[in-house]
């Protein structure tokens, strides 16, 4: 029987390949079938790189690719990221025939690092809430969430092992939870932001989406020119953490509390200790003053798309809202979120807490035609520049739902330690739906 190459994780593929248990052409044969199968009802893709071409350029350098870390295994970007002589059009119809004559640093890693793409992936309009084609793996009827859409459904539908998002907002880890994969957004200043499209200067952050923690570390010890050791086993000491619900900020899916409150109970009875998170109504101001930032940056980000009629109404209204704001209020807003922060950290030293847990969004993804999700279960955690992960920790009627994990600034190989160690925990009792 044909293997299903295509649902293996990305470091299990390199295992079959370095094994000799595989070979590249079947395997990437097994990703695109998967695609030419799933993507009429999915629309992950915008740009989708020729199989001929792909397996062609991986003949032209064999030697190099075969010797690589990474072994000219596929990956994604999406398309608000550069890719040399591939069109990067952000969503819009503006930029329909712009064609970058570079990479951005994140695709030049890969590809030094023997990685081979395979194509660009779907984002809202800007980055923002204007939704594009794709549909959600789970239900097509439902949204994949925004802006990072494209990415996480070709992750959680396998038709690609991994593949790059960006957040300034809530654009990674909302569609990891509402697609069912693990969404990772690094510390602030974590990664190279060269060439990516920028909304938000003080809010970019480069986000990962894979399907196993693993991976994760894999393509993060890329971007950083790190060793690519297999990640050490997660420490048997207790991890300390705070739980925050998110209900100060919106209504929040009675099934997500329950899938939280047992994440909770789980982790209680793995002999790890919670402590009280009485910072509510400061998240809750960091998570308004977020978007003040983030309307006065994108108003003056967004000068040349502004004056074009096409532009989507999503994000005119934000442009207006920017332009409204003024800078005197901008800097304070700025000030503001410092200090906050620094009650944040304070927090953590205090109560000795690792990480705090809480909804990745507040519930399963909506009807489509309820828009792509509200992203308040990630403003302020943006605002703060913290790391955070996005595990799909709990289904209700086959939709999954997410939990992340929010960590200390540049503490990130901690946080995906313990993120590893949930993962496992879990991975029998919340076993992913077959899509």
């Known amino acids: 029987m044909k293997r299903q190459w295509f649902k293996l994780p990305l470091h299990q593929l390199l295992q079959a390949l370095n094994a000799g248990e595989a070979n590249l052409p079947e395997v990437v044969t097994s990703f695109y079938e998967r695609t030419a199968k799933r993507d009429g009802q999915i629309g992950a893709w915008q740009y989708l790189i020729d199989q001929e071409d792909y397996l062609a350029e991986y003949e032209s350098r064999r030697e190099f690719y075969d010797a690589s870390p990474l072994k000219g295994l596929p990956f994604a970007v999406k398309d608000v990221i550069d890719t040399a002589d591939i069109p990067t059009t952000m969503g819009s119809v503006i930029h329909q025939d712009r064609i970058p004559d570079m990479d951005a640093s994140c695709v030049t890693a890969m590809k030094a690092a023997g990685g081979i793409l395979m194509g660009k992936t779907v984002t809202t309009e800007f980055a923002y809430f204007q939704a594009g084609k794709t549909n959600n793996p789970h239900d097509p009827e439902r949204t994949p969430g925004g802006s990072s859409s494209g990415s996480a459904a070709a992750v959680a539908d396998y038709m690609v092992p991994i593949a790059f998002g960006t957040q300034t907002a809530a654009s990674v880890i909302r569609p990891a939870s509402y697609c069912g994969c693990v969404g990772y957004v690094g510390s602030k200043n974590e990664f190279s932001l060269r060439n990516i499209q920028p909304l938000a200067q003080s809010l970019d952050s480069l986000g990962i989406i894979s399907n196993d923690v693993l991976d994760t570390v894999l393509v993060r010890n890329i971007l950083l020119h790190k060793s ?14 705070g739980v925050f619900t998110g209900e100060v900020l919106g209504p929040v899916q009675d099934k997500m509390l329950e899938t939280l409150a047992g994440c909770q109970q789980e982790l209680a009875e793995k002999g790890h200790r919670q402590v009280d998170f009485p910072l509510q109504e400061t998240i809750a101001e960091l998570t308004t003053l977020h978007g003040q930032v983030m309307a006065f940056e994108v108003a003056r980000n ?32 700025l000030q503001k979120a410092d200090a906050m922060k620094q009650t944040l950290l304070q927090w953590f030293d205090k109560s000795g807490a690792d990480f705090i847990l809480a909804p990745a969004a507040p519930g399963v993804a909506p009807y489509k035609t309820e828009g792509t999700g509200t992203p308040f279960m990630s403003r302020a955690w943006q605002l703060a520049g913290l790391p955070v992960v996005s595990l799909p920790l709990g289904y209700y009627q086959k939709m999954p739902m997410g939990l992340q994990l929010i960590g200390k600034p540049h503490q990130d190989d901690l946080l995906l330690l313990q993120a590893r160690q949930l993962q496992q925990l879990f991975l029998n009792e919340h076993a992913a739906v077959a899509v």
């Open 228 to 241: 690519l050791e297999p990640m050490p086993q997660a420490s048997p000491l207790p991890y300390t953490f």
């Open 302 to 333: 967004l000068e040349y798309e502004q004056q074009h009629e096409t532009l989507g109404s999503h994000m005119q209204a934000l442009i207006g809202t920017g332009l409204a704001f003024p800078y005197s209020d901008y800097i304070a807003a």
